[in-house]
Nanobody, 121 residues
Framework: QVQLVESGGGLVQTGGSLRLSCAAS????????MGWFRQAPGKERAFVAA???????DYVDSVKGRFTISRNSAKNTMYLQMNNLKPEDTAVYYC???????????????WGQGTQVTVSS
């Protein structure tokens, strides 16, 4: 069974940057898609970005051009570089693993515990 642990969250001012990491253990994830989701206060958890085992990526429109997802299969780790952060990016960010990019959006196989990102105005 895979375990996912996020890190890198914190408090940043508008326009700042953060880099989230998701470390996986218990299973090699090189053949799976991995992704990031976020849940803002009072809202449902929502898709942010995903990356396939081949390196194909997908982003929600609101983060395109600002966020970059990447992975290091040798380290079983995924990253989310977040630049030009806005107050509306404030949320708990979760990493997830799925069979492919389409699948991860509807039925992820595993979730991390989340890391808080707060963007002050």
């Amino acid at each position: 069974q895979v375990q996912l642990v996020e890190s890198g969250g914190g408090l940043v001012q508008t326009g700042g940057s953060l880099r989230l990491s998701c470390a996986a253990s218990g299973r090699t994830l090189s053949a799976y898609a991995m992704g990031w989701f976020r849940q803002a206060p009072g809202k449902e958890r929502a898709f942010v970005a995903a990356i396939s085992w081949r390196g194909n990526t997908d982003y929600v429109d609101s983060v395109k051009g600002r966020f970059t997802i990447s992975r290091n299969s040798a380290k079983n780790t995924m990253y989310l570089q977040m630049n030009n952060l806005k107050p509306e990016d404030t949320a708990v960010y979760y990493c997830a693993v799925g069979n492919d990019i389409a699948n991860i959006k509807v039925q992820a196989r595993a979730w991390g515990q989340g890391t808080q990102v707060t963007v002050s105005s």
